[in-house]
């Protein structure tokens, strides 16, 4: 039987694989320019695919020493993007400067699913699973 720290690996694997594989499909399919502050986002999100996929492999109990510093600044960097992007905090402070607006609306699904929402969600529930199974670890050694 899976153990319930593996399984929220796992979760945590599929949703950092399929955010990243979701950002090249808008990029390279759909042909949607990414903007600066998506360009960091993807910095912290593609190593995590690697980095989980690891830890599982090697069934390491310090994932979150790892892991968590890169989806943590991920999940800041949303969190600043998203608050630019609904116009909560002004867009004088933002740093797209050039190319690609911060603030571009390229997609929006169900009237409010953005590209960025869908980032500050992967994060979110990457640092939640990640925190879970540091939990989950601490318990089982138990």
Not at 36 to 60: E, T
Not at 73 to 91: A, E, M, P, R, T
Not at 126 to 136: E, G, H, Q, Y
Request: net charge positive; with cysteine; proline share 4%.
């Amino acid at each position: 039987m899976i153990e319930i720290a593996t399984l929220y690996r796992y979760l945590a694997w599929v949703i950092a694989l399929v955010a990243s594989l979701g950002s090249l499909f808008f990029s390279e399919v759909m042909k949607l320019p990414p903007c600066v502050l998506c360009w960091y986002q993807r910095i912290a999100m593609y190593p995590l695919v690697a980095i989980i996929g690891s830890a599982i492999i090697l069934k390491d109990g310090h994932l979150r020493f790892y892991a968590l510093p890169l989806s943590g600044s991920g999940f800041v960097i949303s969190v600043y993007h998203n608050l630019l992007y609904y116009k909560v905090i002004s867009d004088s402070i933002k740093p797209c400067t050039s190319g690609v607006s911060c603030t571009a609306k390229q997609i929006e699904w169900l009237g409010f699913i953005t590209i960025p929402l869908l980032a500050l969600t992967a994060f979110f529930i990457i640092n939640v699973l990640l925190l879970l199974d540091s939990r989950a670890n601490k318990l089982e050694r138990n």
